[in-house]
């Protein structure tokens, strides 16, 4: 690994993004396909990983995304991305996506959601990213957050890991959802 990088601002590394949204990226419905979204968003998370790392960047996870107002054709689209923590290797950007009625102006908000990024070298191994100064109330905030998602992460990964999916515990949990219980195709 190379040698312990400098520390950066989370203003470093922002990233803006607005697009006008075109019929061609419409899913069936008449409303803008969620995987174009997604796609743009990945984009965008890479642009400011790779910024704040220097280094290429893979998607490791994307914490939720809840679409949670359709987008319009003709809308305009604007992603705001920016470092909320960072690891060792890896860096978690958060991006706010808004879509704008540019006609009345009206803004609505479709989604926030938290992409891990890892920094990769030339050789592909994983690389040391800079650290991250926390220059606002609001860059210590979602600092703060992102290490509460990832302890609770953790946590449910600890929880599910010490539960057998068939111990008298794990039944119990099924109880009241939709769901029949038909164990009769098990091979193991
Ligand atoms: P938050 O994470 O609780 O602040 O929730 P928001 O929905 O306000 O924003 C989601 C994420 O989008 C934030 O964590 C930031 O990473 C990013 N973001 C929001 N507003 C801005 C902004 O004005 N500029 C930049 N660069 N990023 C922003």
Same mark, same amino acid.
């Given at each position: 690994?190379?040698?312990?990088?400098?520390?950066?601002?989370?203003?470093?590394?922002?990233?803006?993004?607005?697009? =006008?949204? @075109?019929?061609?990226?419409? /899913?069936?419905?008449?409303?803008?396909?969620?995987?174009?979204?997604?796609?743009?968003?990945?984009?965008?998370?890479?642009?400011?990983?790779?910024?704040?790392?220097?280094?290429?960047?893979?998607?490791?996870?994307?914490?939720?995304? /809840?679409?949670?107002?359709?987008?319009?054709?003709?809308?305009?689209?604007?992603?705001?991305?920016?470092?909320?923590?960072?690891? +060792?290797?890896?860096?978690?950007?958060?991006?706010?996506?808004?879509?704008?009625?540019? %006609?009345?102006?009206?803004?609505?908000?479709?989604?926030?959601?938290?992409?891990?990024?890892?920094?990769?070298?030339?050789?592909?191994?994983?690389?040391?990213?800079?650290?991250?100064?926390?220059?606002?109330?609001?860059?210590?905030? +979602?600092? =703060?957050?992102?290490? +509460?998602?990832?302890?609770?992460? %953790? %946590? /449910?990964?600890?929880? @599910?890991?010490?539960?057998?999916?068939?111990?008298?515990?794990? =039944?119990?949990?099924?109880?009241?959802?939709?769901?029949?219980?038909? =164990?009769?195709? @098990?091979?193991?």
């Amino acid at each position: 690994m190379a040698t312990t990088p400098a520390f950066k601002t989370t203003r470093d590394s922002e990233v803006f993004l607005s697009m =006008l949204m @075109q019929p061609s990226h419409s /899913n069936f419905g008449g409303k803008i396909h969620g995987g174009y979204i997604l796609s743009l968003m990945d984009q965008i998370a890479f642009a400011c990983a790779s910024k704040h790392s220097g280094t290429y960047c893979v998607t490791a996870s994307v914490d939720t995304v /809840n679409f949670r107002n359709p987008i319009e054709i003709g809308e305009l689209v604007t992603m705001k991305a920016s470092i909320n923590y960072v690891g +060792r290797s890896s860096m978690v950007v958060g991006i706010r996506v808004e879509s704008e009625n540019i %006609q009345s102006g009206f803004v609505k908000h479709c989604n926030s959601s938290y992409f891990t990024m890892v920094a990769k070298d030339e050789a592909g191994d994983t690389a040391l990213v800079p650290g991250l100064v926390l220059a606002t109330e609001s860059d210590v905030n +979602r600092f =703060l957050k992102s290490v +509460r998602r990832l302890e609770a992460k %953790q %946590q /449910n990964r600890k929880i @599910q890991e010490s539960l057998h999916p068939l111990s008298p515990t794990s =039944l119990a949990l099924l109880e009241g959802y939709n769901i029949r219980l038909n =164990l009769t195709d @098990q091979h193991e």
